[in-house]
C-alpha cells in the first residue's frame, strides 16, 4: 500500500481540488516559490502560477482576501505560516466569516478554509506552537477539523474544500512528515465522523492529533498489564461525533480525555460534560484529562515535554481512572 507524508497527503488535496475547478485559489505567505514553511503547497505554483497567491506579512489581509472571494462564490484557502498569527485574522474569521450565512439568512455561502499548522514538540517556543482548537470551537458558525493521519488529512481537506461553511483546518506540525496509508483513488472523508482507532473493553480514550497517536502507544504498554484500551479519534472538534464517544462510554463504563491544548478550559472539558450529562449512569469512574498544562510552551526541550501530555501522562491517566 502507498504511503506518502501528512504533509504530501495535503499537496495532494489541494493539487486535486485546484484541477477540478479554476477559481480555487490559495493565499498565504511564502507558499508559492518556497512551497510554504512546512512545504505543504510545495510546487503547486508551478501548475497554477495564477492560483497560488503570495502575500506580505499581513494575516488579517490574507484571511480577509480569502472570505472575501468566497461570499462571492468562490473557493479559497488561506493559509497561516502558523497557527498562532492566525490571530491577526481573527476579526475576519470570528466576526465576518463565522456570521455571515446567519446574518444573511443562509443567502450565501462561504465556502473557505483556513489552514493552521498549530501544536509544539518542535521546540519553536510559545508564540509558535500554540493548539488554539478551543478559541474557534467556541465560535458559532464555524466548523473545526483535526486530522491525525495522512490519510485524514488528505481526505478531509478535499471535503473542507467543498463545504458551504468557513472552516479552520488545524494541521499537526510534528505530524507532518510522519507517514502513513493514502489511498491513490480519489475519496473524501466525511466532516463531524469520529472513527475508533483502536477497540477495547476497559477503558475509553478520545484524543485528537498527535495525542491520538501517543494513545495508541499508551494502550500497548497499558495491554502488557492486562488494561484493554479504546481508542477514540474525533477527527472533527466542531461538529463532535457524540455518538462514537458516547457509544464507547457506554461499553467501558471510563472516560479519559488526552489534548496537546491546555487542559483548562480546553476542549476535553467540553466532551467529559457531554459525557457526564448524557451517559453518567454508564460511568463507573469520573471522567479525567490527560492534557496540557496551562502554561506558554517552553522552548528548552525538557521543559516543553513536561507541558506537553507524553505517553507516560496518558499511561498515568490510563492507570488512575483503572484504580476506581
Not at 504530501?8 to 514553511?37: Q, S, T, V, W, Y
Not at 516543553?304 to 507524553?310: C, F, L, S, T
Amino acid at each position: 500500500m502507498r504511503q506518502i507524508t501528512y504533509a504530501e497527503a495535503l499537496n495532494e488535496a489541494m493539487r486535486e481540488e485546484l484541477r477540478k475547478d479554476p477559481h480555487l485559489f490559495i493565499i498565504g505567505e511564502d507558499i508559492g516559490f518556497r512551497g510554504g514553511a512546512f512545504k505543504v503547497t510545495k510546487d503547486l505554483y508551478l501548475e497554477f502560477p495564477d492560483r497560488i497567491i503570495d502575500t506580505p506579512i499581513a494575516e488579517n489581509a490574507i484571511a480577509g482576501a480569502a472570505y472575501g472571494a468566497a461570499i462571492t462564490g468562490v473557493k479559497a484557502i488561506a493559509e497561516f505560516m502558523y497557527a498562532d498569527f492566525s490571530l491577526y485574522g481573527l476579526d475576519q474569521i470570528v466576526n465576518s466569516a463565522a456570521k455571515c450565512r446567519f446574518m444573511y439568512g443562509a443567502q450565501t455561502t462561504v465556502p473557505v478554509v483556513f489552514r493552521l499548522p498549530g501544536g509544539g514538540g518542535r521546540q519553536n517556543a510559545a508564540q509558535h506552537s500554540q493548539s488554539l482548537e478551543a478559541v474557534f470551537a467556541n465560535i458559532p458558525g464555524l466548523k473545526i477539523i483535526m486530522p491525525a493521519t495522512p490519510e485524514d488529512a488528505k481526505g478531509l481537506l478535499k471535503s473542507a474544500i467543498n463545504d458551504n461553511n468557513p472552516i479552520v483546518f488545524i494541521e499537526h506540525k510534528a505530524l507532518y512528515f510522519t507517514k502513513g496509508y493514502v489511498p491513490e483513488y480519489e475519496y473524501y472523508t466525511p466532516i463531524g465522523k469520529g472513527m475508533v482507532r483502536r477497540e477495547g473493553k476497559d477503558v475509553t480514550v478520545v484524543a485528537t492529533q498527535y495525542n491520538m497517536l501517543k494513545s495508541l502507544e499508551a494502550a500497548e504498554i497499558l495491554a502488557k498489564e492486562g488494561i484493554d484500551v479504546e481508542v477514540i479519534d474525533p477527527r472533527t472538534i466542531v461538529p463532535l461525533d457524540e455518538e462514537i464517544i458516547l457509544e464507547s462510554v457506554r461499553k467501558t463504563g471510563r472516560l479519559v480525555v488526552s489534548h496537546e491544548a491546555p487542559e483548562t478550559y480546553g476542549v476535553g472539558g467540553e466532551i467529559c460534560a457531554m459525557v457526564t450529562e448524557k451517559a453518567f449512569d454508564y460511568l463507573n469512574a469520573p471522567p479525567i484529562r490527560a492534557c496540557g498544562k496551562y502554561l506558554p510552551i517552553p522552548y528548552n526541550r525538557e521543559l516543553e515535554k513536561h507541558v506537553i501530555p507524553q505517553v507516560e501522562d496518558i499511561v498515568a491517566s490510563i492507570r488512575q481512572i483503572m484504580s476506581y
